[in-house]
């Protein structure tokens, strides 16, 4: 489970000016279940998603997280939970590692390198035996329909090609949770239905999805449990989709 406590991020612009990005929310998503972020662009979507994956710190509030294996905590800590946003950066690497998986807007894939390397790269740091990793990255690729481009540089791929890679890469560290930053924003109709099937599937199998959107396609899909619109870095609707 994630539980945001009254958070609060502000990016100071000037010695003399601020903005707040995401203003004083409170939030939970239970794990295994499919959250949907909503709202314009500029409206705090993608810091949301930030925040709760560990990659920047609120300004105030807390994010508890539940259910988490870490290196640092005893077993009784992981089931109570701890707060994230107070934890040295060493600590937020690990969990971001292993935790959570990222699917970027505009995918971040390297050029020049194979479709099959993309996806190992995340596990590198976490020092497996790379034989272990690639048997790993190509059941993947097989999972996704892809095995057929596994040595094909990624810039020879079609978009929802693409699409798939990127989620091939973001479980290869098996991650409990599923972070997408508008993920259809270059895609078609076609393709964003078939990224929110697979997405669905992986709900359907354990993993808890967490998606910034405002693409219809997406935050009206029957596969969400919660939908969260959001509007100058404030939550002003939750509710089950349509």
């Known amino acids: 489970m994630i539980a945001l406590q009254q958070v609060t991020k502000t990016f ?22 499919m959250t949907i972020l909503k709202g314009p662009s500029g409206s705090g979507k993608t810091t949301l998603l930030a925040l709760i994956g560990c990659m920047t710190r609120p300004s105030s509030g807390r994010i ?3 259910g988490v294996e870490t290196s640092f905590f005893q077993a009784t800590d992981r089931s109570e939970g701890f707060d994230s946003s107070s934890l040295p950066e060493r600590f937020l690497t690990e969990i971001r590692r292993s935790t959570f998986g990222f699917i970027f807007q505009q995918f971040n894939l390297i050029k020049g390198i194979s479709a099959l390397q993309n996806i190992m790269l995340p596990a590198y740091p976490t020092g497996e035996q790379q034989p272990v990793v690639r048997q790993r990255a190509v059941e993947l690729m097989e999972q996704f329909d892809l095995l057929r481009h596994c040595n ?4 020879w791929l079609s978009g929802g090609e693409l699409q798939r890679v990127a989620i091939a890469r973001a479980l290869i560290n098996n991650p409990i949770a599923i972070i ?7 895609l078609d109709s076609q393709l964003s239905q078939a990224f929110m099937e697979s997405i669905g599937l992986l709900k359907d199998s354990g993993k808890t999805v967490l998606i910034a959107s405002h693409d219809p396609i997406v935050y009206n899909s029957s596969r969400a449990d919660q939908v969260v619109e959001m509007r100058d870095g404030r939550i002003v609707q939750q509710e089950p989709p349509v």
Do not use: C, K, W
Not at 152 to 155: D, I, Q, T
Not at 180 to 186: F, G, L, M, N, R
């Open 152 to 155: 094909s540089p990624v810039e």
């Open 180 to 186: 997408a930053d508008e993920p259809t924003a270059h």
């Open 12 to 33: 100071s612009i000037s010695p003399t000016t601020s903005f707040t990005a995401v203003d004083n929310v409170s939030l939970t998503i239970e794990r295994g279940t």
């Open 64 to 66: 508890m997280l539940q």
